[in-house]
């Protein structure tokens, strides 16, 4: 009954998004033709949306200089309005007066037998207290922007009077694409994120993508050849038709189709159908690079085996120009093998040029007329690092620097957006929205970075671990939004480059410079490493925010100097001696990158966007298998610990950090430690099966009442944020399942991990989260939900599990010992609420360790049943054997709680 209601809730709320998203979907489509009508017929859309957000003013307009008129926004701003936030507010109030009304209370109070356990749980409770304090405070002021579009389109790209050259004035960008492995992250996403990439909505010249290929394998740079080739149908189809999303397996997996936005309808139905047949034989090229490159490859050998000599049979690589493979080999050999191999770059589409080329019309090798289409492709490189062992590589992190850096020499753009492999772009507008924070007027020159939230693909429908994290992508990050600005999360993010070299933001520089330039070349290398090169591009960087990129052509002879440059840049002893991995590029030595890197451009005074449009502006895919969730959110709980105790405290942020921000901050790298406690009072119940005589707190009735109503409060305010950031109670309800899933099994482990590594100095090495692959789940789309991999993470939850239902075991048979209407069978069942509780909040966990019979969770029932009657039964025969002839303890425990007389 009550999913039913949530569900109709859910239903009701998707329901009134998709009518805005309709309706925003028909002003784009309107918006080429007239931005004047777009921002009306906008205006008029938002009075509906307004029911909680209302538009607000933000920021100091710059001076206008001289009588020109004043530079247009690119964004509004939007607040929640007064009859929900101030509400919100006073809740928020009414709880922090009742939890200090409740350690006042409890202080005088206290135990005098059994102090040690009421000290312990008043410890427990404080920081129970004093972790919401974090974590509340900074979700008072929600705020969210709105880009628009029209503004920049009208701004910066004027239609050129001539027809030649566009005048676009629209910066440069360089997309970052990471992957590590083929299988592990399936192949198939990577190059779907690559496609949508291509074929994205921005001009051609005016960016460049990068695969970053950690694993070195030589089917990753043939499938960007496949990409780059299928790319010049793909792109062009999706420019002529307008089709969204430009991802094409995405794009050919949607059940209902949007109305027809493009030009040229006629001809959508024929090639729409032609397309799919060509991304079908394109999926098969893609499938069978394993076997081509192998079979390949093994045709080289005996070749040159015969040749040979000594007919030495050689297990190397083959590339299909007939010369052995850089990276690492199928079979692995002395410098070819993961973890140890040459670095390697290679331009497989070059810089497209600055007119526009129109394509040819159909014919009979080419089926699709794109004689009005621009064919164009954006510059396209692979590139893999060296690695050589003895090095530490630094994951992603240091993918991501060599990235950095190899970039700065081959297109240097001065915004970059990066994306994890298994990421794509789903609305190709993305870009676009995300200039209108860098380019706005007021604060755009000291915005770092703008963070899309992430939206996930495959997860289960009723979303059985919280992936879509809701709460956190949508209440969370809104409020740090008011604040100086979300957290970074690793991917779908839009970076200013010059914050990632360090430099300061402009509002802070105490001279027009910026601290690279100064001619002191030895401070310089310490910074940025040897290359002269990328040392320049930096100053160039810092020179022009609003720059085009720069092109460069790898295969020109007059080149090699660059080409020399780059490989060295892509070194592992490159960064030796520099600040690469602290004060420059992405934080090293932690298990999550992200929110290090972020916090280090706010405690240099950037600020940070969130940029949440409809539909979602990029999406990807989250692990729905149990044990790989948890193992994620350990990676994340183990890191945001690490971060407290490094060089990236919140306390050690300095003064240009907003306050807010700084707690913020420092929930972020705390929360984990609450698991000490809530694992000690989800064990507790532990007491009652062997002793009726423990009390935590007495009077035990005001006590439950003190606990109930601030327990209620929070989720009260709960309630106020579901409000405010749209999401559904559903989201809701699986967030808190999630947290007592995490806080039970996965923190403990995190806190653990973080002392072991306090005390050994060793840290430990994290996996690469693996991504559901459709392939191997036999047609089954969730099949992932129903495997379970049995890891220790998973024993404290089963451990939490069965103590509590012990307890209400124990309950049920004191009730049944006792009668009911007993104080003994009150206080039992008053407990068994709160053991019932845990047992809810670990629903989704006990379905998931039963895998394959959580499909009925009947069954779960009739198991929870049988073992809490069991319970009981023993309790009573228990009772029955040792006590016969009533309870001894009754005088006791009722002279004891004298104050009870509120049941
Ligand atoms: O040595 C490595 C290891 C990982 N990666 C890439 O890093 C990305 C993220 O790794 P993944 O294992 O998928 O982590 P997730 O848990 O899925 O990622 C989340 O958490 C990470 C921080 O822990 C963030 O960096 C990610 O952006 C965020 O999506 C992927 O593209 C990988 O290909 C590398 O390039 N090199
Ligand atoms: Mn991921």
């Known amino acids: 009954m009550a999913a039913a209601v949530t569900r109709r809730v859910g239903l009701h709320v998707e329901a009134t998004n998709g009518g805005a998203d309709d309706e925003s979907r028909r002003n784009s489509s309107a918006a080429d033709h007239s931005p004047v009508a777009k921002r009306i017929n906008d205006a008029a859309a938002n009075a509906k949306r307004n029911d909680v957000w209302v538009a607000a003013q933000e920021g ?83 705020i ?18 001539s027809g030649g050259e566009s005048n676009n004035k629209l910066p440069g960008i360089d997309v970052f694409v990471t992957t590590v492995d083929p299988v592990d992250e399936p192949i198939l996403y990577t190059v779907n994120s690559v496609l949508s990439i291509l074929a994205t909505d921005y001009p051609v010249e005016k960016y460049a993508c990068y695969l970053s290929d950690d694993g070195g394998t030589l089917v990753h740079y043939e499938a960007m050849l496949e990409v780059a080739s299928f790319a010049r149908l793909w792109a062009p189809f999706c420019r002529k038709h307008s089709v969204e999303p430009r991802a094409p397996e995405s794009y050919f997996g949607v059940k209902r189709r949007q109305p027809y936005t493009g030009s040229v309808q006629g001809e959508f139905t024929s090639d729409h159908r032609r397309m799919r047949r060509e991304y079908e034989e394109f999926k098969v090229r893609i499938d069978s690079l394993f076997s081509t490159v192998c079979q390949r490859s093994q045709a080289y050998n005996r070749k040159h085996a015969k040749d040979d000599e000594a007919g030495m049979v050689m297990k190397a690589t083959w590339m299909a120009d007939g010369t052995q493979w850089p990276g690492t080999w199928i079979e692995q050999a002395e410098n070819h093998r993961k973890g140890h191999h040459a670095g390697i770059v290679k331009v497989v589409l070059n810089h497209p040029g600055h007119k526009p080329e129109l394509g040819s019309p159909a014919s009979i090798d080419n089926p699709f007329d794109f004689s009005n289409t621009d064919t164009r492709l954006p510059m396209l490189v692979y590139m893999s690092r060296e690695k050589r062992t003895g090095y530490n590589h630094q994951k992603k992190a240091g993918a991501m620097n060599a990235m950095l850096r190899v970039s700065a020499l081959l297109s240097n753009a001065p915004f970059l957006i990066n994306f994890d492999c298994d990421h794509y772009v789903n609305n190709s507008q993305a870009f676009r929205a995300s200039m209108c924070f860098m380019l706005d007027p007021r604060d755009g020159r000291n915005t770092a970075f703008v963070q899309f939230p992430q939206r996930f693909d495959g997860v289960d429908p009723t979303d059985r671990y919280a992936n879509h994290n809701r709460v956190f992508f949508d209440g969370t990050m809104l409020s740090l939004n008011g604040l100086q600005g979300p957290s970074y999360l690793g991917t779908g993010t839009m970076f200013r480059r010059a914050a990632l070299y360090g430099m300061e933001p402009p509002r802070w520089r105490t001279t027009g410079s ?84 972020g916090f280090r451009m706010h405690r240099q005074g950037w ?41 990236s405290n919140a306390f050690l942020a300095g003064a240009r950090m907003h306050p807010l921000q700084r707690v913020a901050y420092l929930n972020m790298s705390t929360y984990p430690v609450v698991t000490v406690f809530i694992l000690a009072y989800n064990l507790f119940p532990l007491m009652w099966l062997v002793s009726e005589r423990y009390y935590i707190q007495r009077p035990f009735g005001t006590y439950v009442l003190y606990l109930v109503a601030t327990i209620a409060m929070i989720h009260v305010i709960g309630m106020f944020e579901v409000r405010w950031a749209g999401i559904t109670l559903l989201d809701w309800c699986r967030n808190e399942q999630f947290y007592m899933i995490g806080a039970t099994g996965v923190y403990p482990t995190a806190v653990l991990y973080m002392a072991l590594k306090l005390v050994t100095g060793k840290s430990i090495h994290f996996r690469l989260t693996s991504k559901q692959t459709e392939a191997c789940s036999g047609g089954d789309k969730f099949a992932d939900l129903y495997v379970v991999r049995w890891v220790p993470l998973l024993v404290p939850t089963i451990a939490v599990l069965a103590v509590n239902v012990a307890a209400v075991g124990v309950a049920v048979g004191k009730a049944a010992t006792w009668g009911l209407l007993t104080q003994q069978a009150q206080h039992a069942l008053l407990g068994m609420v709160f053991n019932v509780w845990i047992l809810v909040l670990l629903y989704p966990f006990a379905l998931g360790v039963m895998g394959r019979w959580g499909k009925r969770p009947a069954i779960l029932f009739g198991v929870l049943v049988m073992a809490i009657g069991a319970v009981a039964v023993v309790y009573i025969s228990f009772r029955a054997t040792y006590y016969p002839t009533g309870w001894s303890e009754m005088e006791t425990t009722s002279a004891l709680g004298k104050a009870e007389s509120f049941f």
């Open 144 to 161: 969210k922007r709105v880009p628009d579009l029209a503004a920049i389109r009208d701004q910066y790209e004027q239609p050129s009077a």
């Open 60 to 142: 100091e307009m710059p001076a206008a200089a001289g009588n020109s008129s004043q530079p247009p926004l690119l964004f509004r701003t939007m607040k929640v309005k007064g009859s929900i936030l101030h509400p919100y507010r006073f809740v928020i109030l009414l709880r922090l007066v009742a939890i200090v009304a409740f350690f006042i209370w409890r202080i005088r109070n206290r135990n005098r037998d059994g102090v040690w356990l009421w000290a312990m749980s008043m410890v427990g409770d404080v920081w129970f207290g004093f972790s919401w304090v974090l974590n509340q405070l900074p979700k008072l002021n929600p």
């Open 514 to 597: 910026v601290k690279v330039i100064d001619d002191d070349d030895d401070h310089k290398g310490k910074e940025y490493g040897r290359s002269t090169l990328f040392r320049n591009a930096v100053l160039d960087d810092a020179a022009n925010q609003e720059r085009s990129i720069t092109p460069v052509f790898l295969d020109d002879d007059e080149t090699t100097t660059i080409s020399s440059e780059v490989a060295s840049l892509m070194t592992c002893a490159y960064e030796d001696g520099t600040t690469w991995g602290r004060d420059v590029g992405w934080v090293y030595n932690i298990a999550t990158e992200d929110v290090v890197t």
């Open 607 to 647: 600020r940070s966007m969130y940029c949440s449009v409809e539909p979602a502006a990029f999406r990807g895919t989250a692990p729905i298998n149990l044990t790989e969730r948890l193992l994620q959110v350990l990676r994340w709980s183990g890191g945001s610990l690490e971060m407290f105790f490094s060089h």
